[in-house]
């Protein structure tokens, strides 16, 4: 910015607009060759000031005291001027009031010379403080000429635009790419980004660029057709917002984002990325479901979690593993509507209910999708509000934007085709579905994948793996998963810890983890059989997975679907394997976690586990700040 800073209140900036310092360079060659003329000019105009003025005052002054002098000696009533007189300073008093007429009069002259710098060259006079005062106390700044603002390098790394590097260093650190040496202005950056060549900025002006709002936060990746640099810059801009200074430290944070594909988040699965957050991976078993031998991706940050389902398959898998039924198998969204009176919300039930409205309405909502079949629409009737439970396969897909769009589509031909024109839609979701919220329903009449599986372990495994009884464990689920639960009110609560595996498995393969509420709703039986063994079962009505679509796109989440076998489209039998999987990890999870509560060493289990990180000199306790250096 070209600018004119009066000298005695404007400091020079020591830092850019978004709280960065700028370095204090010394003055270019430019500048002082500019500033040499006007200290020329300045020094003659002072001197000649100085040459005319100083003899004269002096001199004048010296008379004046001399006169006084001898005024007082004779009582004369006027002092004359006789230039006849000695240049002399009679006594101590008229040599100091001389010399002080004559400092200030110096003083006076120096000003006078100043001002007419400023008056003959204002430029070259403020570059020349600039360079011999580049930090003077500031407040105001006259603006002298059409204000131009350029851009001002921050410390990010530019990025390659294919443009040849500055040979420069000092204009290579100062972010300048390309053929264009000095920053570019606000003008050329605002044109760069309305003919779409966003991407040919460099990392500094990209970032002024979002925090100015030129550039929308959000759309950095549209603008820049770069995933992982569009990531790069919105850490740098989240770290130069003003006013928030605890987020200052992003950049230099330990939240990673080198060697990942943002490519496949954009528009899929997150906004705003800034980076990804790494979650420790185990595998459990392997675990043999229906005569398969797989393992079990689990992600989790709980100590004991994937080794306590481990010793789970290894018990299941004496027994022969894990044999599963599919009891159910569809997707819900239901929307509700009303009408302006009660005969007619009860009109457009009984015609939905009725085989011609079903038939009418699953026409509509297969016409979306080649996946998606509606299996049936159960209503309900509250006042003048009519509620709609949609239920439908949805392929390998979880389903919900599926089944969304076939919902609009069924509501606009009940509205269109049907004789219901005054029908109006209130919500796609009337929460009558219901998703990720705890809902009898869903225990009731299932959501998703509704998943049996069940295993027989002899007893002399329970005892050996285990070290504990079938009796023991028997009483046990009766008294914490049955009647405890029951106890407390709970709604398909009445296992030990379902959510825990559930929760793991989803984060490894890609699953929405809010969807654990509905998908943990299990019941874990056990009995003892005529011989003896353990018949252990969970029942799992609501698993919402899917192996298409949503975070099962991204590469690390994959790989543990392939890890299972089930990536991918399969005519729907990929995301019922999925839910098996989920089903028989829930009832390794369960044995496990029964058995140590059974012989009380669920505290003991963890305490081993204390005692073998202390082994291997891994300190659970250091700071986070140490780890950083």
């Known amino acids: 910015m070209v600018r004119i800073m009066k000298p005695w209140t404007q400091s020079w900036p020591s830092e850019d607009r978004s709280g960065m310092p700028i370095s204090s360079s010394k003055p270019s060659k430019w500048q002082l060759e500019r500033s040499i003329p006007t200290l020329a000019v300045g020094a003659v105009i002072l001197t000649a000031a100085s040459m005319i003025s100083v003899p004269r005052t002096v001199l004048a002054t010296a008379s004046t005291v001399a006169a006084s002098n001898q005024r007082n000696m004779t009582s004369m009533p006027y002092p004359v001027f006789d230039s006849s007189l000695p240049m002399s300073f009679p006594g101590q008093y008229s040599k100091t009031q001389g010399l002080l007429n004559g400092v200030s009069t110096i003083i006076l002259t120096t000003f006078l010379g100043l001002a007419a710098c400023m008056v003959y060259a204002p430029k070259q006079f403020s570059r020349f403080l600039a360079t011999i005062a580049p930090e003077l106390p500031s407040e105001k700044v006259v603006e002298v000429e059409r204000v131009v603002e350029r851009i001002k390098p921050v410390n990010c790394t530019c990025h390659d635009t294919g443009k040849v590097t500055p040979e420069n260093p000092e204009e290579a650190s100062q972010g300048y790419v390309g053929d264009r040496s000095p920053p570019s202005t606000i003008e050329e950056c605002q044109k760069l980004y309305k003919e779409q060549r966003a991407h040919e900025l ?34 740098a801009v989240v770290s130069r917002t003003p006013g928030i200074h605890q987020t200052s430290t992003l950049e230099s944070s330990l939240l990673p984002f080198e060697d990942y594909d943002f490519g496949r988040v954009f528009g899929s699965c997150a906004e705003n990325v800034i980076g990804y957050m790494p979650i420790p991976v185990g595998v459990a078993g392997p675990i043999t479901i229906d005569g398969t031998s797989v393992f079990l991706p689990m992600s989790t940050t709980e100590g004991a979690l994937i080794a306590s389902t481990s010793r789970g398959a290894k018990a299941l898998n004496g027994g022969g593993g894990v044999t599963t039924v599919v009891t159910g198998n569809g997707m819900t969204r239901a929307p509700v509507v009303s009408f302006d009176d009660i005969k007619r919300a009860g009109a457009a039930k009984d015609f939905i209910d009725s085989p011609e409205g079903q038939e009418a309405v699953a026409k509509a909502f297969n016409s979306t999708s080649r996946f998606g079949r509606l299996q049936r629409v159960t209503t309900k009737l509250a006042g003048s509000s009519l509620y709609l439970r949609f239920k439908a396969t949805t392929g390998d897909a979880m389903g919900m934007n599926m089944i969304s769009k076939g919902v ?41 994948k509704g998943i049996v599986a069940e295993s027989v372990v002899p007893q002399e495994v329970v005892e050996k793996t285990l070290k504990c009884t079938v009796a023991g464990l028997v009483k046990l689920n009766v008294s914490k998963n049955l009647v405890g639960s029951s106890l407390a009110g709970s709604v398909g609560g009445n296992n030990a810890h379902a959510a825990n595996i559930v929760t793991a498995i989803f984060l490894a393969t890609g699953q929405d983890p809010a969807q654990t509420v509905g998908s943990s709703n299990c019941m874990t039986l056990m009995e003892e059989t005529d011989n003896g063994d353990l018949r252990m079962s969970v029942s799992m009505p609501s698993i919402e997975v899917g192996t298409v679509g949503g975070g099962t796109v991204l590469e690390p989440q994959g790989a543990m679907l392939d890890l299972i076998g089930v990536r991918g489209s399969n005519d729907g039998q990929n995301a019922i394997g999925l839910a098996k999987a989920v089903a028989a990890g829930v009832l390794a999870g369960e044995l496990s976690l029964c058995s140590a509560l059974t012989v009380g060493a669920l505290v003991e289990s963890r305490k081993f586990l204390i005692l073998c990180r202390r082994k291997t000199g891994i300190d659970t306790t250091t700071d986070m700040n140490h780890n950083r250096k």
Not at 210 to 234: C, M, Q, W, Y
Request: with cysteine; glycine share 6%; hydrophobic share 35%.
């Open 202 to 235: 460099n990392d500094s002006e990209l970032v002024e660029m979002t925090l100015r709002g030129t550039i929308p936060f959000h759309a950095l990746e549209k603008s820049l057709s770069d995933p992982h640099r569009a990531v790069r810059i919105r850490r």
């Open 408 to 448: 609009q589509e069924a509501l606009t031909v009940l509205t269109r085709d049907c004789g219901f024109p005054d029908m109006n839609i209130v919500s796609l979701s009337g929460n009558f579905c219901t998703d990720k919220k705890p809902a009898p329903i869903n225990w009731i009449d299932g959501r998703g």
